[in-house]
């Protein structure tokens, strides 16, 4: 019965996971493979622009290889695919469904509340991760015949994972609405402004004077801040993206069990 | 199998939605006993809290207060393990329409531990349901069918069906009865509700009616049958000056009594009045008469509804007039 859940909830959105697949792959594979023909170019127009709004953007290092990766395919656009894909399958995992009127007929079935969401929330990081895997073999593949030699396959895997745990985290956070109050819109709305308020806090916010410390609360900074091209694994990063998503997680499941369920 | 508990029990079962001011009332004070192996009609209007009611035994919802025993567990505390005893069938069926009939059958097959194929097959054709379309494809009726067998196909101990008949042609509503008799015949228990009180009393044992969040009635169909009101109109072969419309009006439960003459200038009269109980009386009475045609309407649940205030005392009668002896 367990497996059947996670199974049918992969099998049924299969068709909108290909084009989401598609999607990731074409943005590392265009991404990567553009890096002679674009990068230094882009580089050398960064260089004018102010330092503060290049750092904003993520380009301030558009020139060396894993700069250039850190601000295209660890940029905004994965970034952003991995988070839409989360907010997405989360909203439907449980307010979605409700809101149509499906869950009923699942939850008279004898599948327990705490064991759907738990093997939707599962299912999500499924393919988050492999997405990830995705991004992290189109990499692999293609770094050396374009140049991008100079980084190290660890520190891909690290940015990936990373990556991967703030699509999980975003994914979590909007779960904990979908789940907790069965309500499709405000799950949407809240994890946009999750992602939004995320990245603002990470990219211009902290160029106001006296509120650069914000970036401390993004998950885009937990996410890469700390250059994991570069560096490698932050600790904090992964713990903070993790611990966020269990609480958020627990929390939703708990309050899904408690209440009602909405036609 | 516990045996001896009742399949349902509600105790002060009370439900309501939302907070502060838009606060509504759907269920008040439920009391409400429903046995092993009967097959119980849950009745009342649209509005009346009998989705409430049903939602609650599946653990759907949570009740506001009072307590509720389903085949003898509380169903929050009961979870998957009872459910899977019960079958269900919700008011407003909805299934994933992107896949076949027989592919969303056999997932739920599944989440159930397993039914044999030819048992899902079996109730297909019965059912006349094809298993191979698509279930976007399905019509309002066939879709219903889907929910019926879905229902049944496990044999569960106890069925919750609400307005299960909903959407299907009469040719399938027997065939749905039929299902209800044979599930009685096994020794199951099936609790359905309805607004249509034939459909009930062609299954029912027992029948309790709701209105307004309230028990108003607990009782077997026969005695229901015996309290409602209906409709007659009889053709008699003589003119209205040769009826005795006294006498018919003195007749116990003869009511709003009307004697014409027929509509066809061919001389004879037709007698209209509304008939409160037994029909004996009447009958006797039109035995003097040439009755050359007799037409008796079903009571409507308003009606029933209706005598039922009259019998608790007069209770408010809602919506009800024209009906003064
Ligand atoms: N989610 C909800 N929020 C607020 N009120 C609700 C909700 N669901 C039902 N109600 C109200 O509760 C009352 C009982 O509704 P319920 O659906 O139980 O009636 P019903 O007997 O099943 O009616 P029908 O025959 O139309 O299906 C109604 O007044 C309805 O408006
Ligand atoms: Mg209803």
């Known amino acids: ?263 | 199998m516990s045996g001896g508990e009742a399949a349902v029990l509600a105790e002060g079962l009370s439900k309501e939605y939302g907070g502060g001011r838009k606060r509504v009332r759907a269920l008040d004070t439920l009391d409400l006993t429903v046995r092993r192996g009967e097959v119980f009609g849950y009745l009342g209007p649209n509005g009346a809290g009998k989705s409430t009611t049903i939602r609650m035994l599946l653990d759907l919802l949570r009740p506001t207060s009072g307590t509720v025993r389903v085949l003898g567990e509380e169903p929050r505390s009961g979870g998957p393990g009872l459910r899977r005893r019960v079958g269900y069938l919700a008011g407003d069926f909805v299934i994933e329409p992107r896949q076949t009939v027989g592919e969303a059958l056999r997932f739920l097959a599944e989440l159930r531990g397993g039914v044999p194929p030819m048992r899902i097959e079996g109730l297909a054709e019965r059912l006349d349901l094809d298993l191979k379309r698509k279930v976007r494809q399905l019509s309002k009726g066939n879709r219903q069918k889907v929910g019926v067998v879905q229902a049944f196909m496990h044999r569960p101990e106890l069925l919750i069906l609400d307005e299960p008949t909903s959407g299907l042609d009469p040719l399938l509503q027997q065939e749905f009865l039929a299902l209800v008799r044979e599930a009685r015949e096994d020794g199951r228990t099936v609790f359905m509700s309805s607004h249509i009180m034939s459909e009930v009393q062609a299954v029912a044992d027992r029948v309790a009616v709701i209105r307004e969040g309230r028990l108003l009635t607990v009782d077997t169909v026969d005695s229901l049958r015996e309290h409602a009101v209906r409709h007659v109109a009889v053709r008699l072969d003589e003119g209205p000056e040769e009826v005795d419309a006294e006498a018919f009006a003195r007749t116990p439960g003869v009511r709003d009594l009307e004697v014409r003459p027929a509509a066809d200038a061919a001389g004879g009269s037709e007698l209209r009045c509304t008939l409160d109980g037994r029909a004996d009386g009447l009958v006797k009475a039109l035995a003097r008469y040439g009755v050359a045609a007799l037409e008796l309407e079903e009571p409507d649940l308003e009606e029933v509804f209706f005598t039922l205030y009259n019998h608790n005392g007069g209770r408010e009668t809602g919506g009800v007039t024209g009906h003064g002896a």
């Open chain 1, 1 to 263: 019965m367990a497996r059947s859940v996670l199974g049918k909830t992969i099998r049924d959105g299969r068709k909108a996971l290909v084009a989401w697949t598609y999607g990731v792959v074409v943005v590392s594979v265009l991404y990567t493979s553009s890096y002679k023909l674009i990068g230094k170019a882009k580089g050398n127009v960064m260089a004018g622009a102010p330092q503060s709004l290049q750092k904003a953007l993520g380009m301030q290092d558009y020139g060396s290889p894993a700069g250039y990766l850190g601000s295209t395919v660890f940029g905004i656009m994965l970034a952003m695919l991995f988070s839409a894909y989360a907010l997405v399958t989360a909203t439907r995992a449980v307010a979605g469904e409700e809101e149509s009127g499906l869950l009923d007929l699942l939850l008279a079935q004898p599948v327990s509340r705490r064991k759907l969401v738990l093997q939707r929330f599962a299912a999500m990081v499924a393919v988050l991760a492999g997405f990830g895997v995705l991004v992290v073999a189109a990499l692999l593949a293609l770094r050396g015949p374009v140049g991008l030699g100079a980084v190290a396959a660890s520190g891909i895997a690290a940015a990936t994972l990373q990556l991967v745990l703030l699509g999980v985290c975003t994914g979590g956070v909007t779960l904990l609405v979908s789940a907790g109050t069965g309500k499709r819109g405000l799950s949407l709305g809240i994890g946009v402004v999750v992602v939004v308020f995320g990245y603002l806090a990470n990219s211009f916010l902290p160029l106001i004077k006296g509120i650069g410390g914000i970036k401390h609360f993004s998950p885009f900074y937990w996410f890469d801040g700390n250059t994991p091209l570069v560096h490698g694994i932050s600790a904090s990063g992964c713990l903070l993206l993790a611990g966020v998503t269990v609480v958020a997680v627990v929390l939703g499941t708990v309050l899904f069990e408690r209440r009602d369920l909405n036609v």
